[in-house]
């Protein structure tokens, strides 16, 4: 925009001012205009500085005439993608090669085109250099002072001449500018004396190169007569990844005049290779030569192209050389025999340095095509250490020597206040790597110069330091109180006394329903169903033995197997909730914290117990043998029986007398409880969940059964009243 806004700037003060040297001729045509200027800009940016170039000179005819040889070659050119991205996303594409080798490598070089080729562009600004060839469309700046005096403005021709005042045609085209200006005042002699010369170069023409072969977009191109092999290449995209790096050709008049090697320029940044172009000339790129690769702990791994005379030396070379970490003395090689088959070789080598390879041994190995060496890093684990943890100021890992002991390396992490200086322990791995012995330590004698407690230390020990503190005691507290998270608690705290420290309920907690949570409870849980378990498998076992016993027909046998399958699976469901046992204490207490403290439902508070206040539900749940299980609408007053006939009443498989009813607290009730009666008439709370067992016969197996269910089934309401209602 820069570049657009001074055109149109230079453009406005000569046709303004009436000053141009066209108009002083009477040359009344004008320049392209500004939609013309912004296609050059988009489209050429060296052509549209070219332009601007010739306004800033007053030369609009000059800049016409650039602006038509811009169209001309367009029309030449052929169709390209419009987009920057379009261009240079060619080169990012996964290829064979990376498709193929190990290690997820990509090939090297290629990136330097992805980013920089839709800005490559010769500078405007760029000194022409002494051995610039002067060529039609070349324009120059022309000052005589002495006894001649003026400035002309000079393009050389398509004949490759310039007007001189008095002197006439004089052809310039093929001296290099270094030699214009004695060109010039040699012929400008033969008519003045006594008078000085400078030659300032303007706008420079452009040339037509063509660039084909693997590059991202073919074609021919109208590029600065500034341009070099490098930036012809940029223009188009840079090569394909099926293209070669390093044998580049530039070729004119039909003849190879330069191969290119672009590693030197990637590898070490020599540029000594690019050449400036000339115009037709061609630059090609054939296709790729034999390629390698190199993963794991070098520099740079990637895959690479050949020349085809690398030794296995070379190629690490290539990659950067060993990092400190890669494991010396072997590496793995890939390789591709005789198209028939793919071969892993552990190669042995001798003489390697991290950061470089020796030219000795098995690193002469020639490299292949397709080859590809694996470099693995070394085992990260060190033994020669001994570990020191627990309450130290600096912990961690020392260094071990064989007349290293226990006495220095506390000295080392040294010790806190709260260390217990009544035992200390080295835990030693065993001489047969099969298993560790602890070693206790008197601490305290350790540091007041009892040699007898200052062992010798050995490779992998690790020291640990205890605290002499207590771990304090904590509780979590969730859900809808006003100061949920972990807190301390002192002995003989309460659960009314947490409750007032995190602030009380919130206004939609759900006392009644709160779920209190005990880690040896749990376990007790989980040990009483364990011995179920087993007494049930034996049961099982027993039953099926005696069934196939006394099986008289094979429908009697077929009914027993059927039997003992069903309930072995209950068996293996009833394994599985066991690991979901939830160590739930049930208890009944209000919001109001001072009607029930104090009492027995104010349980004492033990490290690690959970505490978690539901939001007050709105539904009674009803399952099992009725017909449409369901959770429905709690409204106060409404017993057992009002809400299983909401739910449809029983199905003629429900077993009324075994109705019960699982409470929002955690206890479960059924007519059986004491001061119940019939279960059918007791009022029911938000949160509770009635169950409807189902009628089963009464033989040994089917008792059986019936228990395995019963469980089952009661275990699974807990989880899903906790899961559906809180």
Not at 70 to 79: A, D, G, N, W, Y
Not at 140 to 148: A, N, Q, R
Not at 538 to 555: K, R
């Amino acid at each position: 925009m820069k570049k657009i806004l001074l055109i149109f700037l230079c453009a406005g003060m000569l046709l303004s001012a009436n000053i141009t040297r066209a108009q002083v001729d009477g040359d009344t045509q004008e320049g392209p205009d500004s939609a013309a200027i912004q296609e050059v800009q988009k489209a050429d940016p060296a052509a549209a500085q070219a332009i601007a170039n010739a306004v800033q000179r007053g030369d609009l005819q000059g800049a016409k005439d650039l602006y038509q040889n811009f169209k001309k070659s367009r029309l030449e050119q052929p169709v390209k993608s419009a987009t920057p991205s379009a261009v240079a996303s060619e080169p990012t594409k996964s290829s064979l090669f990376e498709r193929t080798l190990p290690g997820n490598l990509t090939q090297f070089g290629y990136a330097l085109f992805n980013k920089t080729v839709s800005t490559f562009t010769i500078s405007a600004t760029m000194p022409v250099g002494p051995d610039y060839i002067i060529g039609p469309g070349d324009h120059f700046t022309l000052t005589l002072w002495g006894t001649t005096e003026g400035i002309f403005n000079l393009q050389v021709t398509k004949e490759g001449t310039v007007t001189l005042p008095k002197v006439g045609v004089v052809p310039v085209a093929g001296i290099r500018f270094g030699e214009l200006e004695k060109t010039i005042k040699r012929h400008l002699s033969r008519y003045y004396n006594d008078f000085n010369l400078s030659i300032a170069m303007g706008g420079l023409k452009t040339l037509t190169i063509y660039v084909a072969g693997e590059v991202v977009t073919p074609g021919s191109y109208s590029l600065s007569s500034l341009t070099s092999v490098y930036g012809a290449l940029f223009s188009a995209g840079g090569p394909t990844k099926m293209g070669s790096l390093r044998t580049i050709q530039v070729l004119r008049s039909g003849k190879v005049i330069k191969t290119i090697d672009l590693y030197d320029f990637l590898l070490k940044g020599d540029r000594s290779q690019d050449i400036k172009l000339q115009n037709g000339d061609t630059v090609f790129v054939p296709l790729i030569g034999p390629v390698a690769g190199v993963a794991g702990t070098v520099y740079r791994p990637a895959i690479y192209e050949l020349t085809g005379q690398e030794t296995l030396s070379d190629l690490i070379d290539t990659a950067g050389g060993l990092l400190p970490i890669a494991l010396g003395g072997t590496l793995q090689l890939t390789r591709y025999v005789d198209n028939q088959r793919k071969v892993f070789l552990d190669i042995k080598i001798d003489n390697v340095q991290s950061g470089s390879t020796r030219s000795s041994g098995a690193y002469l190995e020639k490299v292949r095509n397709m080859d590809a060496i694996s470099i693995r890093p070394l085992y990260d684990k060190v033994w020669e250490t001994v570990e020191l943890g627990g309450v130290v100021a600096n912990p961690g890992r020392f260094q071990w020597r064989p007349d290293i002991k226990l006495r220095e390396v506390i000295i080392q992490g040294q010790l806190l206040p709260e260390s217990d200086m009544r035992r200390a322990e080295v835990v030693r791995i065993t001489k047969d790597m099969m298993d560790r012995t602890i070693i206790p330590v008197d601490l305290a004698a350790l540091m007041t110069g009892d040699e007898s407690q200052n062992i010798t230390l050995e490779p992998q020990d690790q020291i640990r330091v205890y605290s002499a503190l207590k771990a304090a005691d904590k509780v979590s507290v969730s859900g809808e109180v006003v100061r949920v998270g972990k807190y301390e608690i002192n002995k003989g705290e309460r659960l009314s006394d947490l409750l007032l420290r995190v602030g009380g309920f919130t206004k939609e907690a759900y006392a009644y329903g709160i779920v209190f949570k005990r880690t040896d409870v749990k376990n007790s849980q989980e040990k009483n169903l364990q011995a179920f378990i087993v007494r049930m498998q034996s049961q099982v076992l027993q039953n099926a033995a005696a069934a196939s016993v006394q099986a008289i027909s094979a429908e009697e046998a077929a009914s027993a197997k059927t039997e003992m399958t069903l309930n072995q699976g209950l068996l293996e469901n009833l394994k599985s909730m066991r690991e979901q046992e939830e160590g739930r204490v049930a208890i009944n207490i209000t919001e109001n914290v001072e009607e029930w403290a104090g009492s027995a439902n104010d349980l004492l508070l033990k490290n690690g117990d959970s505490i978690f206040v539901p939001k007050r539900p709105q539904e009674v749940l009803v399952m099992g043998e009725i017909h449409s299980p369901s959770a429905q609408v709690y409204l106060p007053g409404l017993t057992v029986k009002d809400f299983i006939n909401q739910s449809g009443g029983y199905t003629k498989y429900a077993e009324q007398d075994q109705v019960y009813v699982l409470q929002a607290n955690g206890s479960a009730v059924s007519s059986g409880s004491p001061s119940i009666g019939n279960i059918e008439n007791k009022e029911l709370k938000a949160g509770d969940t009635v169950f409807v067992p189902q009628v089963i016969e009464r033989n040994a197996g089917v008792r059986l059964f019936k228990d395995i269910v019963d469980i089952l089934f009661k275990t699974a309401v807990v989880f899903a009243t906790i899961h559906l209602l809180f």
